[in-house]
């Protein structure tokens, strides 16, 4: 069976604290199937030379939590390799809230941030 992904010969920072290495990238079906020599062909080939491959990020310390209303992409978070983040403002976030604590919080973030309320 065809792989649906190979990335060649990346420089590969796996997140376990261990020195970076040369390998190949296999996918299949959306998830990692291989890491290291793949001989097999893919439906797509990327030339990894060069290049460093990680495991996607997670940003703890957001301000996304107005943003991503109008903006939900959270770039330029995603253009730098994000794929996980805790939406907030530094741990303060509007939701979720009760009802009664609504005011207060909007309120605390219009003065924090600047925005209108």
């Not at 992904?5 to 290495?21: E, F, H, K, M, S």
């Not at 741990?91 to 809230?97: D, K, R, T, Y």
Request: negative net charge; aromatic residues 6%.
């Amino acid at each position: 069976m065809t792989a649906d992904l190979v990335i060649r010969g990346a420089r590969i920072i796996d997140g376990t604290g261990r020195d970076a290495y040369t390998a190949d990238v296999e996918v299949r079906h959306g998830r990692i199937s291989r890491i290291g020599h793949v001989t097999d062909e893919a439906l797509q080939q990327i030339d990894g030379d060069g290049l460093v491959l990680t495991p996607g990020f997670v940003d703890i310390h957001t301000h996304f939590d107005a943003q991503l209303m109008f903006e939900p992409l959270c770039s330029p978070s995603s253009w730098h390799g994000v794929t996980t983040v805790v939406t907030g403002n530094c741990g303060f976030s509007l939701a979720p809230a009760k009802a009664q604590d609504v005011d207060f919080l909007t309120q605390s973030l219009a003065r924090v941030e600047g925005m209108s309320t």
